[in-house]
């Protein structure tokens, strides 16, 4: 299964064949991993590198190791994988405007891909959530909603890298739509309008028309970018 390891650290070409392994399908989350004596014969290296590897792997969030059971394929490992790339955002003051730039990028190819291939449950979920924001009156929840909404048009692209991008970044996201909101909804009359934007999109995913969809998407950005950048 594993191939001999020669001439470089064990641990980068460990992680190297269980990425690779990952990603033609021989290995997936949850399967657990040949015991440390199987991997040090197949990989031709000693156990103690081989476990030099696998504290790497744990370290890094890709595996965990389970008391008397062994080794496993992390089910969430790309949030480990990816966390940092939030965490670094914040330490290095990234903007509201970047994370829009991000979303613009991000969602406007979702949403053409969603109304391509949204399924009668995912609208069906799209209109049980604009329901739910229209009469919301607590905007701790209506900014949950307002995200939960926007990551049902993700998902039901299908595009299991947008999906996890955007799961990856959720933290980032939260405060971003939370932060917005507050700024739009210093105007009473723009709650009307949010709720009409997503009322839009709702109406054009459900529609299935692609053009429709990217319009209304980035109309809803373009206004959220005008009180971000004030």
Request: proline fraction near 1%.
């Amino acid at each position: 299964m594993f191939t001999p390891i020669k001439n470089t650290k064990v641990y980068e070409q460990a992680i190297e064949q269980i990425k690779k392994m990952i990603l033609d399908g021989t290995l997936k989350k949850g399967d657990k991993l040949p015991t440390e004596r199987d991997l040090a014969e197949q990989l031709q290296v000693s156990r103690a590198s081989v476990r030099e590897a696998l504290r790497a792997l744990d370290i890094i969030g890709l595996i965990e190791s389970r008391q008397g059971a062994g080794n496993y394929i992390k089910e969430n490992f790309e949030n480990s994988l990816f966390e940092p790339m939030s965490i670094m955002f914040m330490l290095e003051n990234g903007t509201h405007l970047e994370i829009l730039e991000f979303r613009k990028m991000l969602e406007s190819e979702a949403v053409a891909l969603a109304a391509k291939r949204i399924t009668d449950e995912d609208i069906k979920t799209l209109e049980e959530l604009l329901y739910e924001l229209k009469a919301c009156n607590d905007e701790k929840k209506s900014s949950i909603l307002d995200k939960k909404f926007h990551f049902t048009i993700a998902k039901a692209s299908k595009n299991l890298l947008i999906i996890n991008v955007l799961e990856v970044t959720s933290q980032l996201m939260d405060e971003f739509i939370k932060d917005s909101r507050e700024k739009i909804l210093a105007f009473e009359d723009n709650r009307a309008k949010l709720n009409e934007q997503h009322e839009m999109l709702y109406n054009a995913m459900k529609n299935r028309d692609v053009e429709s969809s990217q319009k209304a998407m980035m109309e809803h950005l373009k206004f959220i970018e005008d009180y971000i950048c004030e």
